[in-house]
């Protein structure tokens, strides 16, 4: 039997989502698809997966209301993944009509930059600068390896076109390893010119069940490490306590670098976090089970009030971390792959 205070976090405090922890969620992590065109091997084994099929895919017409749904309860910051996103034919769709959503202060895109390049100019014209691209190796072989396909020279002159045109990027870089941690200090190295953030991340096992894991070597603190062997003069910058990055500057350099503790989850205590899978499930933590679905609620023409009710159910039982998420099904957690997750 849910408490009064639980009663309470079912309930919107003016144009705001509180969970049963107190905390307020305002960003929402979009999928538009589980398909990729990478198949990089800490996301999925070699074959891919099951993917979607694409009518069980939220269409772009339910993704924008969807969006409007949640952006009226208080989000106002969504972020586009997949999968790849760009893989989606009809994204730029959804995108004009986000801009366009009054409340939305926050739209950003994490993509594997290799099909954004027809539609930078488009984002830019709509406002859309904030681009997280993942990228795990600025070197060719080692690049290649790792997504088992032959797209360097795309990714790295779209990266180039994004910096040198204004947007705000960030590269989100997995220290996998065994296999590309001898690139971690000269990626550095390369955007040291550039006002570019270099995110770090831990590595997480989910990738469809072909690889498990209950430790890692290369955890934040080893991270950190690493690089103040090569660059001891660094300063820890203040960052927002919904932040999961843990954020640096080099002397001498013109961006900045973060690790994300994605696997220690040292962050779960200020998560403003709620996803959406392309299919319509709604995962209040990375590391839990759907809580509910919205597609069929979308589909069986139910009213807004049931779809904001359901929204308001699920983060009224969220787990107050990734640790205890991860317990409800402990055997099966990392079974599926993250371009299914959403990101």
Not at 143 to 149: A, L, S, W
Not at 242 to 252: A, L, M, R, V
Not at 291 to 300: A, G, H
Request: glycine content about 6%; aromatic content about 8%; proline content about 3%.
């Amino acid at each position: 039997m849910e408490n009064g205070y639980l009663n309470s976090a079912k309930k919107e405090i003016g144009n705001m989502l509180i969970d049963n922890h107190g905390r307020n969620i305002n960003y929402l992590r979009l999928a538009v698809t589980d398909r990729c065109n990478l198949r990089c091997n800490y996301c999925m084994p070699s074959e891919g997966i099951d993917f979607a099929k694409t009518d069980t895919l939220l269409s772009i017409a339910e993704l924008k209301q969807v969006s409007e749904i949640l952006v009226s309860q208080g989000i106002d910051k969504i972020r586009i993944t997949g999968g790849e996103p760009f893989v989606r034919k009809d994204l730029m769709e959804l995108m004009r009509h986000l801009s366009q959503l009054e409340g939305l202060k926050d739209i950003s895109v994490t993509t594997n930059a290799t099909l954004i390049g027809p539609h930078i100019d488009e984002l830019k014209e709509l406002g859309i600068n904030n681009i997280n691209v993942s990228l795990d190796s600025i070197n060719r072989e080692t690049f290649e390896r790792i997504t088992r396909r032959k797209q360097f020279d795309t990714v790295h002159e779209n990266l180039i076109r994004l910096i040198t045109e204004g947007f705000n990027v960030r590269i989100n870089f997995i220290v996998l390893e065994g296999q590309n941690e001898q690139d971690i200090v000269p990626i550095l190295d390369v955007m040291r010119h550039y006002d570019v953030s270099v995110r770090f991340l831990e590595e997480m096992p989910f990738n469809g069940g072909s690889k498990n894991f209950s430790d890692i070597k290369w955890n934040y603190k080893a991270i950190l490490d690493h690089i103040a062997e090569t660059y001891p003069h660094y300063t820890k910058l203040e960052s927002p306590k919904t932040s999961t990055s843990i954020n640096y500057k080099i002397d001498g350099h013109a961006g900045t670098f973060g690790i994300i503790p994605s696997f220690s989850r040292t962050f779960c205590g200020t998560c403003n976090r709620l996803r959406i899978t392309a299919t319509g499930d709604v995962v209040t933590c990375l590391y839990g089970k759907p809580v509910t679905n919205l597609r069929k609620l979308v589909r069986e023409h139910n009213s807004e009030e049931n779809i904001r009710e359901a929204i308001l159910g699920a983060i009224s039982k969220r787990f107050k971390t990734g640790f205890e998420a991860q317990e409800e099904h402990s055997a099966t957690v990392f079974d599926s792959s993250m371009t299914s997750i959403g990101g």
